[in-house]
């Protein structure tokens, strides 16, 4: 997946058959268990790859945050869940603009939240789709228990301009299926219907079949690309790894260092399965010790050779961190540089 | 330092009144010492703030990559210190432009580099400066010892088109006065001049006086905002933090924990002085216990009160990381928002 040509370094590198290769085996595995495809678009922010999912099969799109979702609705697509609080005046406006364009879904996992939205759906004329968020183990949104979970809905179900729609968790541990299940029992036995159980995580993708039932959509957003924390986690290989930085060897000041012009700017300071912050493919004995700015410090193993001037690409450990620093992506197809996309949703975090 | 209206968050705020003092500040402290200020755009990215420290006396601009320099050149700043090395054909090409319309130094420790800068000056018809980069205790790029430097310069010194002009350092650690003065006086004896001695740091920025003589100039970053590290350093207090994140309470699913809409795009993943990722300013009592790329998880103390939807500033832990997240910065004087600043040269890193 090396470039014919010398790149502008540091660069973000996508190798377009390893793109279409991860969308395509994700969405058979999806179809083969029945369940819908809503892939994240938090990973690689390009309307592009948003497409290429969606042409594939893909029954909509996830957004993390609104900011995204309005991206994706000025490029046409009209399927979208923002899987994040909608909170404030200013957030609740853009929903009113947003629904009156595409079709939307969002969570809640605290009923204050709910006559704001109801009235946001309301200005736009609107049902506002409602996921009640559930905390299945991670820690971090969602409400604790399936008990918890039912009476939300039904609060959400008690708004005029509020669709209640089902249950959302991430990611999906072991405990998951449970959960979900139990949630969905009892809103049954509460007349209300919950069309969609959610949840998503990479990871955990080809052991989906496990909480089908009770999941009926699943999100990923890594799994276009992969990164070393996907890799260390066994959903993919190194083989499959479909976007690299492009670095370039800046120094060599000792023998058994190296510096890139690729730092905490080219590559985010996320943490890996190591303590490392990448790897470098054309040195596999060496580590990237440390990252500056604009500098990663490259500790080398006694078989590599990395010249200065030598362009290196290197996998980072989380994708959707880095791809957030670029304002393009490169495209590569059979070892050519085939184009560029904008990373048209970069920065959107509002 | 909260602006009197609900910002859509997160969003990076800067008070205008604290940038001013810090920058006269340490102007002042400059100017007392004879030192030439050349200030680091790396951290706030901006053509405002650049224009601002240069008409308050800096003697010009430091630039981490050419791309930053191409946004200040355009601009209208005419001396620039690229301070990493230019590597590759296309960054030469680049250089030659750049030459081309402003005074220019960069930085090198590897004789292997000079001939492909010595031809990117003369197809410019214009000397490039060029400072020996000299390692005095980080272990990143520069040379070992104060021979290695003038040996360098020597290399330099041969180039028609290369102008030596001294050496660089970063950071000024207690070594560094040692290494500089050893090499501006081996490079006396052998007819070079070493006019600029540059060293840098904000942590350390206080005891400049230290290293004057050898070091002629100093380049710093971080202290037009501060940060949690400058803080940690003793280098500011929290009153002098000129920037902040602003957030807003997403999330309320346990008595001790809040979520916060801004993450690791939005805070950047950088360590503080502690474990945490930031400072929440309304919140004395709590901690930043961990990032995704859009929530913040804070564990809240026994006094902390954070309902939902309430906005808070979060004083990041490396602020330089997190510029390079936005497009523009608010800008509150007085209480106010007074306008915005476009992040010119965010994502600058090539």
Chains 1, 2 share one sequence.
Not at 27 to 48: F, I, S
Not at 209 to 226: C, K, M, N, S, W
Not at 272 to 279: K, N, S
Request: hydrophobic share 45%.
């Amino acid at each position: 997946m090396a470039p014919d040509v010398e790149l502008d370094t540091p660069a973000a590198v996508v190798d377009l058959g390893r793109v279409r290769a991860n969308l395509a085996r994700w969405q058979a595995e999806c179809d083969r268990l029945g369940l819908a495809n809503r892939p994240h678009v938090k990973t690689h922010k390009t309307v592009e790859i948003a497409r290429m999912a969606v042409e594939l099969g893909a029954s909509g799109l996830t957004c993390q945050k609104l900011g995204e979702a309005e991206v994706m609705a000025d490029a046409g697509f009209d399927d979208l869940l923002v899987s994040f609080p909608v909170v404030g005046g200013g957030k609740l406006g853009r929903l009113t603009s947003l629904l009156a364009r595409a079709n939307v879904r969002t969570i809640v996992d605290d009923a204050t939240l709910l006559p704001g939205l109801d009235s946001a759906a309301s200005a736009a004329g609107k049902a506002l789709g409602v996921l009640v968020d559930c905390d299945t183990g991670l820690g971090r949104t969602g409400v604790g228990s399936p008990a918890d979970a039912v009476e939300l809905a039904g609060v959400v179900d008690g708004y005029p301009a509020l669709r209640f729609d089902g249950f959302l968790t991430y990611p999906s541990p072991p405990g998951a299926a449970a959960f979900l299940g139990e949630a969905v029992a009892q809103a049954g036995a509460r007349g209300l219907e919950p069309a969609v159980v959610s949840v998503g995580g990479t990871p955990s993708m080809w052991e989906a079949d496990q909480i089908v039932p009770p999941a009926t959509e699943y999100r990923v957003g890594t799994y276009v690309f992969h990164d070393r924390n996907t890799v260390a986690a066994g959903a993919a290989t190194l083989d499959d790894v479909a976007l690299t930085i492009a670095a370039t060897v800046v120094s060599r000041p000792a023998p058994d260092r190296a510096l890139l012009d690729a730092g905490s700017k080219a590559l985010s300071y996320d943490r890996g399965p190591d303590d490392g912050y990448g790897l470098v493919l054309e040195a596999p004995g060496s580590a990237i010790v440390n990252l500056n700015e604009e500098h990663a410090y490259v500790t080398l193993g006694p078989e590599d050779v990395l010249e200065v001037g030598r362009q290196v690409r290197i996998v980072p450990n989380h994708v959707c961190a880095a791809v957030n620093l670029y304002d393009e992506l490169v495209v590569v197809e059979n070892g050519r540089v085939a184009g560029s996309w904008k990373v048209a949703a970069r920065g959107r975090s509002r």
